[in-house]
């Protein structure tokens, strides 16, 4: 996450600031320009080109700062949300706005890694869509099919992910972790299956993706993963299928690249550090000194490690594969504001 600033009195923000709490100026995240902007008492923010912009009309209902073209409109990044708890569920809106500020974190690192995103709206084939579902009445199967992102909203509380994350002896398990794993089926089925020389190259790191998935999952949740599996995959859940090892993989790619960002944006590491590195070098030079470091700040306060993964050679083959996959050259977030 970079870091942003307050441009009317320069006071640090975070990501999400929907006030500036020095100088108590309302803000706005704008896409089109990435960053974090004042807006007037109505919500209004007026760009360089003289479009207008207004904060996202769910901005109480799930703490959406973002800016949308039209007033009383909603976001690009809620726009992408298909389905919502119903008024209703107190539940389920409780840990809604959790779901939604995983989602536009998700968002933000994809767009500045210039990866598109095409919503269902506007290619209801190709594009993509997030069913945000409570499993207040019943279970919800967190799971991407055909750019449909289904995510269960009681990941939200941490008691419950905890003890999931206990019952699956995860390392790991968090919202954002499970929004960057599911869009990583997307992006494999839009930026690899689509391709057959790129295709090919990713079967010969992760397998066969045509395998039976239903009688993978059932051999991997009754005989566990295969002996020495740490050689080779992230995770153990990697192992289950090639799917989900690519969706796994995907996952850490972002995790590293937002991890670094955040040191370089907050002074913890400096800039000069990446220039001219490959993403092999990042890892191998950059992210394995500082996530041992980082491990070892938690242990310091009696925490398990932020990041409790190994990444063997065979894993940091895949994870440049994935890095691969980002296009040359980073366009420029596409938008129809309302003209002034």
Not at 154 to 161: P, V
Not at 260 to 281: K, Q, S, W
Not at 310 to 333: E, I, N, T, Y
């Amino acid at each position: 996450m970079k870091a942003y600033t307050c441009r009317v009195c320069g006071n640090a923000l975070y990501f999400e600031n929907s006030v500036c709490v020095a100088c108590r100026t309302p803000l706005g995240y704008s896409r089109a320009e990435r960053d974090i902007v004042p807006v007037d008492a109505k919500g209004v923010y007026v760009d360089a080109d003289g479009l207008i912009w207004h904060v996202c009309r769910n901005l109480n209902l799930s703490g959406c700062t973002w800016l949308a073209p039209l007033a009383g409109g909603q976001c690009a990044s809620c726009d992408l949300t298909r389905t919502r708890p119903a008024n209703d569920d107190t539940k389920g809106l409780k840990s809604f706005p959790v779901a939604e500020r995983a989602k536009r974190h998700l968002i933000r690192e994809l767009d500045e890694l210039g990866f598109p995103l095409v919503g269902k709206k506007d290619d209801p084939v190709n594009g993509l869509a997030f069913d945000l579902l409570s499993s207040t009445l019943s279970p919800v199967l967190i799971a991407h099919a055909d750019g449909i992102v289904t995510i269960d909203l009681a990941e939200g509380d941490d008691s419950h992910r905890e003890r999931v994350r206990q019952q699956l002896d995860e390392p790991y398990r968090t919202m954002l972790g499970h929004f960057r794993h599911e869009v990583g089926h997307y992006m494999e089925w839009q930026l690899v299956e689509r391709h057959p020389d790129v295709l090919k190259a990713a079967r010969a790191l992760f397998g066969d993706e045509t395998a039976d998935y239903e009688a993978a999952a059932r051999r991997h949740y009754d005989q566990g993963p295969p002996a020495r599996w740490k050689a080779e995959y992230i995770s153990s859940y990697a192992t289950m299928h090639p799917y989900e090892d690519f969706a796994e993989t995907w996952a850490h790619y972002l995790h590293i690249c937002d991890t670094v960002e955040t040191a370089i944006a907050y002074g913890l590491l400096p800039a000069t550090d990446i220039v001219g590195l490959d993403f092999r070098g990042l890892v191998e030079r950059v992210w394995i000194p500082l996530s041992t470091a980082l491990n070892l700040v938690n242990r310091s306060m009696g925490a398990g490690d932020l990041y409790p993964f190994v990444l063997p050679p065979r894993v940091l083959d895949k994870l440049v594969f994935v890095a691969s996959l980002r296009p040359v050259h980073a366009g420029d977030v596409q938008a129809e504001p309302q003209p002034a």
